[in-house]
């Protein structure tokens, strides 16, 4: 239920808010893998977190790009 309510937040944002928070997640990303290297790593689950949440924005980037491209095909 949580899951559903974050995906429908992410809906609401417009496409540059998407593209921003995809750069913020990949730095953290880059920076939970740097520190899961170091064996300084808090909170192991946070990788998980993370990968998933930037699938689920680049996901959604698809689905706009292709709703897009069939809209301009119809018109």
Same mark, same amino acid.
């Given at each position: 239920?949580?899951?559903?309510?974050?995906?429908?937040? =992410? #809906?609401?944002?417009?496409?540059?808010?998407?593209?921003?928070?995809?750069?913020? =997640?990949?730095?953290?990303?880059?920076? =939970?893998?740097?520190?899961?290297?170091?064996?300084?790593?808090? *909170?192991? /689950? *946070?990788?998980?977190?993370? #990968? #998933?949440?930037? /699938?689920?924005?680049?996901?959604?980037?698809?689905? #706009?790009?292709?709703?897009? /491209?069939?809209?301009?095909?119809?018109?």
């Amino acid at each position: 239920m949580a899951q559903n309510k974050k995906i429908e937040d =992410l #809906r609401t944002k417009t496409d540059d808010q998407l593209a921003n928070q995809l750069v913020e =997640l990949k730095r953290e990303q880059f920076n =939970l893998r740097f520190q899961s290297a170091t064996n300084q790593l808090e *909170r192991p /689950a *946070r990788i998980k977190e993370v #990968r #998933r949440a930037i /699938a689920q924005i680049k996901t959604l980037q698809t689905e #706009r790009q292709n709703e897009s /491209a069939r809209t301009a095909v119809k018109a």
